[in-house]
């Protein structure tokens, strides 16, 4: 199957800080990279769709411009989590079209202290 | 009611049981069908993929769609601990914008 990476796994930030996290499809091209949210316990939650050269489209409720999404090649999106709070800290997990599937990334550990 | 839903479980079951999970889904347009494995703190792993109706098998792993009653489920057979994760199902229209379940948590005991 196809394989999509996360960068970092993990990461620890301060408050107030910037975050960024990369999304790669490793062996395919995805003009579509999904961005999601997932609390300890729960189900992923779709924040955006991300459109290779476009903006990217945000679910309701989350804020485009604290979750700055950018998906400047057919192989990298990335997600940067702007001005970082402890409310922040989760799991984030990219997703890429390739067909008619999904194929996930690992997912990057947020704690924001 | 929610598009797609999932018993949440978590849903305990012996070593070497024969699993079955199930979504039911109100979108009739829905065609494209996927179990996903997650283990925890890792992002899902795409377990089975079926289009439109009928089963699909692949080792252990069942997957089965019935459009009439908007029902799919996967059978896991001999059922290992090695099992134990969230099963996440999901089914899309067209291929993309896939929708997703809540998820069911499945431990299998030794």
């Known amino acids: 199957g196809a394989v999509v990476s996360q960068h970092p796994s993990w990461v620890i930030c301060k408050s107030g800080t910037s975050v960024k996290i990369e999304c790669r499809s490793l062996d395919f091209q995805a003009t579509t990279m999904f961005w999601y949210r997932q609390f300890p316990k729960q189900s992923l939650m779709l924040m955006a769709t991300?459109?290779?050269?476009?903006?990217?489209?945000?679910e309701q409720g989350v804020e485009k411009d604290k979750f700055l999404i950018n998906h400047a090649s057919l192989t990298l999106s990335t997600l940067t989590v702007t001005s970082a709070h402890p409310e922040d800290s989760s799991f984030y997990i990219c997703?890429?079209?390739?067909?008619?599937?999904?194929?996930f990334g690992p997912g990057t550990r947020l704690l924001v202290l | 009611q929610k598009e797609v839903e999932q018993d949440p479980g978590p849903l305990s079951v012996p070593e070497g049981a024969i699993v079955s999970l199930n979504c039911t889904y109100s979108n009739s347009a829905f065609q494209y069908f996927m179990w996903y494995r997650q283990y925890s703190r890792k992002g899902p792993e795409l377990l089975m993929y079926t289009y439109s109706s009928g089963n699909k098998e692949d080792g252990r792993f069942t997957a089965q769609v019935d459009k009439s009653s908007k029902y799919i489920s996967l059978f896991i057979r001999d059922s290992q601990p090695s099992d134990s994760a969230t099963y996440l199902c999901?089914?899309?229209?067209?291929?993309?914008?896939?929708?997703f379940g809540p998820g069911t948590r499945l431990s299998v005991l030794p």
């Open positions: 999901a089914m899309s229209e067209e291929g993309q914008n896939f929708v």
């Open positions: 991300s459109n290779e050269g476009s903006k990217a489209t945000y």
């Open positions: 997703s890429a079209s390739w067909g008619e599937t999904q194929y």
